[in-house]
């Protein structure tokens, strides 16, 4: 079945013209480029089918698989069943892996928007009292029957 899986998905493309930039996501992205497509491969590196394989899982090998109860409470036991044999918790670490990933993808999306919520701040804030605000200023009229909004001292 996870064979099938990784079939159809490397039928999908996720590509992106540019590499990651990202300071610190290292082994996040799998930015393989495809000079047919001239293209970065922009799967999360775990889960790419195309560019990665599952490592060869040694004979003596343990699941590890850390155990719950009621789905999300954990016991603080872990599998101790063969890895060969465990077919309840197949490829956990890498499902493991990649839910850490994502949530790092997340963290980067919320930080980038954060800064540019600071830039547009930034900017709004040194244009505040500028000439061009005052004289882009629109006043509204709030009484039709006045035409002229001058002081009566002014006119």
Same mark, same amino acid.
């Given at each position: 079945m996870e064979r099938c899986y990784? /079939?159809?998905?490397? !039928?999908?493309? *996720? +590509?992106?013209m540019y590499p990651t930039r990202i300071e610190g996501a290292t082994r996040? *992205? $799998? %930015?393989v480029y495809n000079p047919h497509s001239k293209t970065? $491969? /922009?799967?999360? !590196?775990v889960? $790419?089918?195309?560019h990665s394989r599952d490592p060869k899982v040694s004979v003596d090998e343990v699941c590890g698989c850390p155990l719950v109860k009621d789905v999300f409470q954990p016991t603080g036991e872990f599998c101790r069943v063969s890895k060969r044999k465990c077919n309840k918790h197949y490829c956990w670490e890498k499902l493991r892996r990649?839910? @850490?990933d994502l949530e790092r993808v997340r963290v980067w999306y919320k930080l980038d928007e954060l800064f540019e919520q600071e830039r547009n701040l930034r900017t709004? @804030?040194?244009n505040r009292? +500028?000439?061009l605000a005052l004289m882009l200023h629109q006043t509204i009229q709030h009484d039709p029957v006045?035409? %002229?909004l001058r002081s009566a001292r002014d006119r």
């Open positions: 990784a /079939k159809y998905e490397s !039928q999908t493309s *996720f +590509g992106s996040l *992205f $799998c %930015d970065y $491969c /922009k799967r999360l !590196q889960l $790419c089918p195309e990649a839910e @850490m709004a @804030m040194t009292a +500028g000439l006045t035409t %002229d």
